[in-house]
């Protein structure tokens, strides 16, 4: 039946594809790409020959419309990305949105997605997290953006540029202090894949030192502000503790 399918591709070893994405991919009528040259490789690789088209930032609204009206009149569209999952910094919320206004039937394909995986090994806790995209490019706005979350209990969560690395870090360990862990998740699923957890103000020491921590595709994670309860605070439950069992 007719459909728009929002499929994962992996976020650089290939064989991150599950195979209902192949049998889907392999199936549709047509496949909306980020960049189609660059999936070409991926879709060859696994021997998929549908056609390509493409769906970027410039020209999402548009391609919706085009391709939106191709799903009422029967076809079946698969939407992927450069890599991982769609929409999570990547394009496709207009086409899904305006898929859901039309009363189009969505279904999403799961796989890889860079934000899970450097949660997953990070060693940070993934119990709450933010996932914050990508900071600013300039300081000042970046500094602001993290400033907005010195309190957030939660595990915070950024993809970084590896230019801005060093800065971003000199950012987070300005505002945030050194003391939380801090992760660097590099080049994950890839030959060069490195992670290290460590408090942020020695992780900033590690990156600036090696050259090679400041190469690759870039996951950065900081603990969330500290939700330890206070002396006081934890004082106060017991004897109200003791209190409410006296009480008749
Ligand atoms: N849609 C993708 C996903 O599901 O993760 C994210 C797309 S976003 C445009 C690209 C950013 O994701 C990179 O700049 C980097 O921060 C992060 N990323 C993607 N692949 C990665 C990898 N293999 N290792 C570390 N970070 C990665």
């Known amino acids: 039946t007719a459909a728009l399918y929002i499929v994962a591709t992996p976020i650089g070893n290939l064989a991150d594809i599950s195979a209902r994405a192949i049998e889907v991919l392999s199936s549709v009528d047509l496949i ?15 021997g998929i020959q549908t056609s390509t088209i493409s769906l970027h930032e410039h020209n999402e609204q548009q391609r919706s419309e085009l391709l939106l009206a191709r799903i009422a009149a029967g076809e079946s569209i698969a939407l ?22 039309q009363g189009i039937k969505v279904i999403p394909i799961p796989g890889a ?19 914050e995209g990508f900071l600013p490019p300039k300081s000042t706005a970046r500094r602001q953006v993290l ?10 969560i950024f993809y970084e540029s590896p230019k801005r690395m060093v ?11 050194g003391e939380r862990k801090a ?6 699923t890839k030959m060069f894949e490195t992670i ?3 408090p942020l103000a020695e992780l900033v020491e590690v ?31 017991r004897v109200l503790q003791i209190l409410l069992q006296e009480v008749p």
């Open 32 to 46: 909306a790409a980020e960049d189609t040259r660059h999936s070409k490789y991926l879709l060859q690789h696994h």
């Open 80 to 101: 992927i990305s450069d890599a991982g999952t769609p929409l999570i910094s990547d394009p496709g919320f207009r086409l899904v949105n305006m898929a859901r206004e």
């Open 113 to 131: 997605c860079a934000v899970i995986t450097a949660l997953s090994a990070s060693g940070l806790s993934a119990e709450r997290f933010a996932f």
């Open 147 to 156: 400033e907005k979350l010195t309190n957030e209990p939660r595990t915070l």
């Open 167 to 177: 800065a971003s870090l000199q950012d987070m360990l300005a505002v945030f202090g």
């Open 183 to 188: 992760c660097l998740a590099r080049e994950l």
């Open 196 to 198: 290290v957890t460590l």
């Open 207 to 237: 990156v600036i030192n090696d050259p090679n921590h400041q190469k690759g595709e870039i996951v950065l994670l900081i603990e969330g502000q500290s939700t330890v309860v206070d002396s006081d605070e934890a004082e106060q439950a």
